[in-house]
T-cell receptor, first 116, second 112 residues
Framework: NAGVTQTPKFRILKIGQSMTLQCTQD?????MYWYRQDPGMGLKLIYY???????DKGEVPNGYNVSRSTTEDFPLRLELAAPSQTSVYFC???????????????FGPGTRLLVL | QKEVEQNSGPLSVPEGAIASLNCTYS??????FFWYRQYSGKSPELIMS????GDKEDGRFTAQLNKASQYVSLLIRDSQPSDSATYLC????????????FGPGTSLSVIP
């Protein structure tokens, strides 16, 4: 298994440009997440999905969009890049065991984005 | 009140000492907790998960959960320079959908 893969690893965008960050997992996980991590800070949830066709906003969704057409893929779209979106973006996935317990999240290697 | 809080640090301990990392959570958060380690420039990796009150040990790591006081801690015995990293506390939170909320992380530096 490749686990969770993300592309690209690094990207520089100009203000106002758009791009899609790709995330794919091959573990048949229903749950997928997008986080951003600013320097010296923790992870902030942008969007998450509990299955194909179902997505919901996290803590910081403004300026982003997602879709989940398949179990494997969960792309994150930036429509009008702004300097405030300079960050490292992590995709993660897991499968829930039950109502009470949550299985560990598996993280991708991250995408480093710089908006100038 | 933030849902998951941690001391931001940095926390410095000498090699061989016990490092103690703490995390508190709001009562909206569910009862499953995780400790992740994150090296600079890398993605988080799971160290421990804990679901029940009490202690859970795995090698040099011990996670402690106290639901009455709403805190979870991570003890690292015989700290090594390779333990120097940021430690993220995370909690499984049930809302309309399940999701995991992360604390801001505590930076640990183990001094040789």
């Amino acid at each position: 298994n490749a686990g969770v893969t993300q592309t690209p690893k690094f990207r520089i965008l100009k203000i106002g440009q758009s791009m899609t960050l790709q995330c794919t997992q091959d573990m048949n996980h229903n749950y997928m997440y997008w986080y951003r991590q600013d320097p010296g800070m923790g992870l902030k949830l942008i969007y998450y999905s509990v299955g194909a066709g179902i997505t919901d906003k996290g803590e910081v969704p403004n300026g982003y969009n997602v879709s989940r057409s398949t179990t494997e893929d969960f792309p994150l779209r930036l429509e009008l890049a702004a300097p405030s979106q300079t960050s490292v973006y992590f995709c993660a996935s897991n499968s829930a065991l039950s109502d009470m317990y949550q299985e560990t999240q598996y993280f991708g290697p991250g995408t480093r984005l710089l908006v100038l | 009140q933030k849902e998951v809080e941690q001391n931001s640090g940095p926390l410095s301990v000498p090699e061989g000492a016990i490092a103690s990392l703490n995390c508190t959570y709001s009562d909206r958060v569910s009862q499953s907790f995780f400790w992740y380690r994150q090296y600079s420039g890398k993605s988080p990796e799971l160290i421990m998960s804990i679901y029940s009150n009490g202690d859970k040990e795995d090698g040099r790591f011990t996670a402690q959960l106290n639901k009455a006081s709403q805190y979870v801690s991570l003890l690292i015995r015989d700290s090594q320079p390779s333990d120097s990293a940021t430690y993220l506390c995370a909690a499984f939170m049930k809302t309309s959908y399940d999701k995991v909320i992360f604390g801001p992380g505590t930076s640990l530096s183990v001094i040789p």
